[in-house]
């Protein structure tokens, strides 16, 4: 009798299939799940300490990718383009499966379904806060848009605020509106849209670098952007896509697209304005160009400001709340905080300490922006490492560490797998545990222990893998001179026929 062989590769193969196979069956665990996250049942009764211990896990069986991909680049480029179509079916497969479930301890999707409501309807999400909102007169266009949200609007968080959200994003939650007023489906499709784009963006960035497509799988499989995006169905879809889109438009010398883009992804939320001077660095030598790019920023930013300025920045602001006093799931802002109170005592000044700190994390952000952008680029690798190292730092530094905000730094991980940033897919997820003990009135386990055992892994392997690269530029010491004329001027060609990395 004869036995067929087993395809060639065929080990790689089952790895990658069995790892897809157990992302399913997280999702398909949360997917069951998710009714008993309904929002008339008390948190205590929710499985939130399930729900915090599951995505870790499937966070920690995630990492297995990083390993995988390294063991395919060898492959044949026929079977590594078969593995990138099971990576793109597999990463649909898993946003649609969360698609119609109900948000897992999150209620953002309440404040875009009702702001996108008001800009729907002509009216301003910065003038006027949703408890304000819902004494409006009954007949009032305002009063009648509280009568049609049903419980959408006594349900968004902070409702003494108006929005946080720049006019961009307000835009796609209008959009979502239009197509389906009130529904949260109509906003999950075009959170989906806009993900979707970021993957394919990422790969066409992935394709310009010279490196491997299959890195991709950090994004399309990542249990963090599948829940984030889409069950709970949070905005940072549209704004990676945005920020993608920028960088690989600056990638390819298109630099008043690029701008302009940037600008739609600074009016989607406020952080990209970080990369600003990585984007003008390659115009310096070139007036007009640089003209014309500065002063598209400085247009739309100015756009952008022009609503949230008119509106105000008084008690009610959601701007001015955020930069004064947004602070969650951060172990090191409290310790700077506290360093800044005692700096204070000592020099006798009224400013309060939280100021002092955020005062003290912008400092440090724009030094690290204008000291990436002070060099030249190399190529669309170096590039991207630029950009996800000004994106790490702020989300590392950051007074709010949401897991959604993790988004913003997770692209840049298929440039520079770095593993002490590769571990906030295992440690950052133990947030839902705060919804745990808040439940049961023992919040302060999780913020004087549970917030360590997030961070201090985060922190460690970061320092082993600084060590690390400084180990290797010592070693590179004699390359040093040609890495430096690569980096000034065209970058070096790549071997006719050299794998992918």
């Not at 006019?167 to 509106?177: G, W």
């Not at 980096?487 to 990395?501: C, K, L, V």
């Amino acid at each position: 009798m004869r036995f067929r062989r087993k395809p060639e590769h065929f080990h790689l193969w089952l790895a990658w299939l069995s790892l897809a196979a157990v992302l399913a069956a997280f999702a398909a665990i949360l997917a069951a799940n998710a009714p008993r996250f309904d929002w008339d049942l008390p948190v205590s009764q929710m499985p939130a300490a399930t729900l915090a211990l599951g995505m870790s896990a499937a966070g920690l069986v995630f990492l297995t990718v990083v390993p995988l991909v390294r063991a395919s680049l060898g492959l044949p480029a026929t079977t590594r383009r078969s593995i990138l179509v099971l990576i793109l079916i597999v990463g649909c497969a898993l946003r649609l499966s969360l698609f119609f479930t109900e948000p897992a301890l999150e209620d953002d999707h309440n404040r875009y379904l009702w702001e996108g409501a008001l800009v729907a309807n002509g009216l301003s999400p910065y003038a006027v806060s949703p408890e304000r909102a819902r004494g409006a007169v009954p007949d009032s266009r305002l009063g009648t848009l509280v009568r049609e949200s049903g419980p959408i609007v006594d349900r968004v968080n902070h409702p003494n605020l108006t929005s946080t959200y720049p006019p961009v994003a307000q835009a796609a939650f209008a959009l979502a509106h239009v197509i389906s007023p009130w529904n949260l489906s109509a906003w999950r499709a075009v959170s989906l849209v806009f993900d979707c784009a970021a993957g394919l963006l990422l790969i066409a960035l992935l394709r310009q670098a010279g490196r491997s497509e299959l890195w991709s799988a950090l994004y399309w499989w990542n249990p963090i952007v599948i829940k984030e995006l889409i069950n709970s169905a949070h905005m940072e879809g549209v704004l990676m896509a945005l920020v993608l889109a920028a960088l690989l438009l600056l990638a390819r010398k298109r630099h008043l697209g690029a701008a302009l883009v940037l600008g739609l992804a600074i009016g989607t939320k406020i952080w990209p304005v970080l990369f600003v001077p990585l984007f003008l660095r390659p115009l310096r030598l070139r007036a007009l160009p640089l003209l014309a790019a500065a002063s598209a920023l400085v247009l739309m930013c100015t756009l952008w400001l022009l609503p949230v300025y008119w509106a105000g920045f008084d008690a009610m602001s959601g701007f001015a709340a955020y930069a004064r006093q947004w602070t969650t799931n951060s172990a090191l802002f409290p310790l700077l905080e506290a360093g800044g109170a005692r700096l204070l005592t000592l020099l006798g000044r009224p400013v309060e300490a939280a100021v002092l700190a955020r005062m003290g994390i912008a400092v440090v952000l724009g030094a690290i922006a204008l000291h990436q952008a002070w060099r030249p680029l190399a190529d669309a690798e170096d590039l991207m490492r630029r950009a996800g190292l000004i994106a790490a730092a702020l989300v590392l530094l950051s007074p709010a560490q949401f897991p959604w905000y993790m988004i913003w730094m997770l692209p840049f991980l298929a440039f520079r797998p770095l593993w002490g940033l590769l571990a906030v897919n295992v440690t950052v997820p133990l947030y839902y545990l705060s919804f745990h003990y808040m439940a049961r009135g023992a919040y302060p386990v999780f913020s004087q222990y549970i917030l360590w055992v997030m961070w201090v892994p985060v922190w460690a392997l970061l320092a082993l893998d600084i060590h690390a690269a400084v180990r290797l530029t010592r070693g590179n010491g004699a390359n040093r001179v040609r890495a430096d004329v690569d980096i000034a001027g065209a970058p070096p060609p790549r071997p006719q026929g050299s794998p992918d990395r």
